[in-house]
């Protein structure tokens, strides 16, 4: 019963280096997505997916790639960290309907600090 | 674009009061509305959801209805406890998809 799995829990990196936040979920979803959540602002769409092999960007995707190779697996990755990319990270997933009110499932987040 | 706007907190109040919390959305189409609870350390769960007009979602206490005239949908819980203390997210889609536009969020502090 492991829904959306996230790693690192917590992690500090320095400015320039890369790394990569991982999720999976084990509910054959077939949508997912990364989110920041950055004080006073709420959670903002990073990327997300549709399926296995597309992905497509959301609100503040810059200093980020993700792929999409199966339909379990959505990893985002840092390409060159900066102090403006500390926050906090939550993978999502979530079946058809979404809009109709079908349950989109949180991991419990990745804490990064870029220093 | 889509957006929405909760109450800035935090809102801090004694067990068994009465908690509000306001939610205002603009939107093209008709969203879904959504609360959502982030206890201390905890990623967010989904706590109620209404998906048209004049719907109640309710859960653990906690009502919110839709209302469409007033593009409103405000979280209410009649008698808080001290464990309802968290940080609460209004939220909508608009797309098939489910992409979620959130609220700033409202910090609740419950004491005793």
């Known amino acids: 019963n492991a829904g959306v799995t996230q790693t690192p829990k917590f992690q500090v990196l320095k400015t320039g280096q890369s790394m990569t936040l991982q999720c999976a979920q084990d509910m054959n979803h077939e949508y997912m997505s990364w989110y920041r959540q950055d004080p006073g602002m709420g959670l903002r769409l990073i990327h997300y997916?549709?399926?296995?092999?597309?992905?497509d960007q959301g609100e503040v995707p810059n200093g980020y790639n993700v792929s999409r190779s199966t339909t379990e697996d959505f990893p985002l990755r840092l390409l060159s960290a900066a102090p403006s990319q500390t926050s906090v990270y939550f993978c999502?997933?979530?079946?058809?309907?979404?809009?109709?009110?079908?349950?989109?499932?949180f991991g419990e987040g990745s804490w990064l600090t870029v220093v | 674009g889509d957006s929405v706007t909760q109450m800035e907190g935090p809102v801090t109040l004694s067990e068994e009061a009465f908690l509000t919390i306001n939610c205002t959305y603009t939107a093209t189409g008709y969203p879904s509305l959504f609360w959502y609870v982030q206890y201390p350390g905890e990623g967010l769960q989904l706590l109620l959801k209404a998906t048209k007009a004049d719907d109640k979602g309710s859960n653990k206490g906690f009502e919110a209805t839709y209302r469409k005239e007033t593009t409103s949908f405000h979280l209410e819980k009649g008698s808080v406890q001290v464990s309802d203390s968290a940080v609460y997210f209004c939220a909508l889609t608009t797309d098939s998809w489910g992409k979620l536009q959130f609220g700033a969020g409202t910090q609740v502090v419950v004491t005793p």
């Open positions: 997916s549709v399926g296995a092999g597309i992905t």
């Open positions: 999502a997933s979530h079946g058809l309907q979404g809009r109709s009110g079908n349950t989109i499932y």
